[in-house]
């Protein structure tokens, strides 16, 4: 079965501009979950979607948004982008069958660098 | 609120050696515990679980157990290989609310 999978897997842009980020989860998951990796914050929780609503949302501006498609992928928006949004954005989906825990399954993630 | 507490290192040991990462949660409702690897340049892969107190999650040599009493999920493996060098995450999740995750500990094993 094949793994999460997050495209682009590099990406670079400049101050001020907009982007996309794109998960497919794994076949038969129909949770996604997106987190951010810094450095300096470690790994936070940007939100989660399921069935194509947003289930939870971590504590993040609004310039962070994502949506969720009938097939399950998912995709994430940073506006305006800031020096402070380069991170790693990893993608995490899970089957959310009861009970839980929900185990998540981590994609490989995609580098985004803002210049 | 919900926080995961671990050591950060870098933990540098001898192949061969006894490992031990600890790591603390907060007790607020009643969290599945986790520990995540992360290779250099990769994902996260999920190590080991456990959902409830008494609990011991194992894989690959590794193991933790789920201490309600001291709130703690140390992560043990008697012997480890250079092939175990990378990052060890501990989380915590509660339902179906987002993962909380420790800073990580930086795993470095000299042959």
């Known amino acids: 079965k094949a793994g999460v999978t997050q495209t682009p897997r590099y990406l670079i842009k400049t101050r001020g501009q907009q982007v996309t980020l794109s998960c497919s989860p794994i076949?038969?998951?129909?949770?996604v979950s997106w987190y951010q990796q810094t450095p300096g914050q470690g790994l936070q929780f940007l939100f989660e979607y399921f069935s194509e609503t947003q289930r939870n949302k971590g504590n993040f501006p609004g310039r962070f948004s994502g949506r969720q498609f009938s097939n399950s992928r998912s995709e994430m928006n940073v506006s305006t982008l800031e020096l402070g949004d380069s991170a790693l954005y990893l993608c995490?989906?899970?089957?959310?069958?009861?009970?839980?825990?929900?185990?998540?399954?981590f994609g490989p993630g995609t580098r985004l660098t803002v210049t | 609120g919900n926080s995961v507490t671990q050591m950060e290192g870098p933990v540098t040991l001898s192949e061969e050696a006894f490992l031990t990462i600890n790591c603390t949660y907060t007790a607020t409702g009643y969290p599945s515990l986790f520990w995540y690897v992360q290779y250099p340049g990769e994902g996260l892969q999920l190590l080991l679980k456990?959902?409830?107190?008494?609990d011991k999650g194992s894989n690959k040599g590794f193991e933790a157990t789920y201490r309600k009493e001291t709130t703690s999920f140390h992560l043990e493996k008697g012997s480890v290989q250079v092939s175990d060098s990378a990052v060890y995450f501990c989380a915590r999740r509660t339902g179906a609310d987002g993962l909380t995750f420790g800073k990580g500990t930086h795993l470095i094993i000299q042959p």
């Open positions: 076949s038969g998951h129909r949770s």
């Open positions: 456990a959902t409830k107190a008494d």
């Open positions: 995490a989906s899970s089957r959310d069958s009861a009970p839980p825990p929900y185990e998540q399954y």
